[in-house]
């Protein structure tokens, strides 16, 4: 069932409880914390404008980090303030609480299209902890409630889920934001009936991860191509030597059935054919975690079935881009989520590169809708200068992944359907 949106509310006058996610980077500048990428704001100014338009008083709340229920100054929300103020062109007030009598009463004093962003909703252990009394305590704040912070639908917290269900209790109605919207639209109705051929591609570090995506995604995809390490757990699973790859030797069972579901299936399964290797070599000094700092020396391409000892797989080689092309250039619907190899290294970026251009490719040339499950992809399609040229980047890491296994999010399940609209 849909759920209410933002755009069904009529709003006017009344005081809007926005969850919205401003977990921004920030770095201390001669004592003062300045937001160093100001994306997670930017992305929220639809909802936020078309609020203020429709007369609403609006209440934004988020998290900061982890203070772990201390008033940690360096993670206030203070300055998201102040940037938001910035990008929308108003003022925007700035209570240093969010819960309690002074902020009832700020957020009282709001006049249709005010904004007020309440302190770091994690100041408080009973955020996370879903914590019945600190719900209700939000839940006064607003006659209704909007969740735009789709990165955070999977936690049952008090300001995504406990207080969602307090307002709904009441009567008053939960809708999505423009933003969750979209993720709802993306990652939901579009896989649900995808224009076929429907290609997935997943990479990354661990099987283990994404397994539940991948046996879902087997229920619909036509092809599923797989890169990062995680290849080197179904080559090892298919009875190949993979070197010192990264692999998950306990999940050999569980690639081995997602293999043969794919062939029960007739979906085509596609592993690197040719791998880009390299030798680990242990430098013995540590790094600022007091890791070990590993080096990958002698990078060269390996054809063929075993990798040597000594080595490990780091990238896809140039005949899996080149096969993994042919059937990406073919698809409709693209899915892709997961890096190809060590792409934070240049020098085995390319094969995720590579594949960020034939998504962008196939979207321009064949019309396919191009959806990028969030997480690293997203940073390699920015870092390849590719980042508009998609038709959906999901802004959840582990929300995405959790809604694409099928699984039903809190901060999701919460919200009215929209039979149930109110407004
Ligand atoms: P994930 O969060 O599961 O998408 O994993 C992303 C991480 O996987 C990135 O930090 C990559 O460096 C890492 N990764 C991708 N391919 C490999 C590989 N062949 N060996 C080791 N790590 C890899």
Redesign the pocket.
Known sequence: MAKLTVRDLNVRGKRVFVRVDFNVPMEDQDGQMVINDATRIRETLPTIELLVEKGARVILAAHLGRPKGKREPSMSLRPAAAKLADLICRPVAFVDDCIGEKVEKTAGLLQPGDLLLLENLRYYNEEEANDPGFAAALAKLGDVYVNDAFGAAHRAHASTEGMARVIAARGDPCAAGLLMERELKFLGEELENPARPFVVIL????VS??INVIDRLLEKADAILIG??MA?TFKLAQGLKVGR??VEADKIDVARAAMEKAKTRGARFLLPVDDVVANPVDTGKVNKKGKPVIEMQNPRVHSGGNLPDES????IGLETVKRYGEVIRSAKTILW????????DPRFADGTFAVARLVVEASHKNGAKSIIGG??SVKALHNAGLGDQVTFMSTGGGASLEFLEGKELPGVAVLSDKQSERG
């Open positions: 990479g990354g570090a661990k991860d994404k990062g390490a080197y790859s990264l490990g797989g780091v990238d989520n997961g890096p190809m190899g060590i792409f934070e997480g690293d």
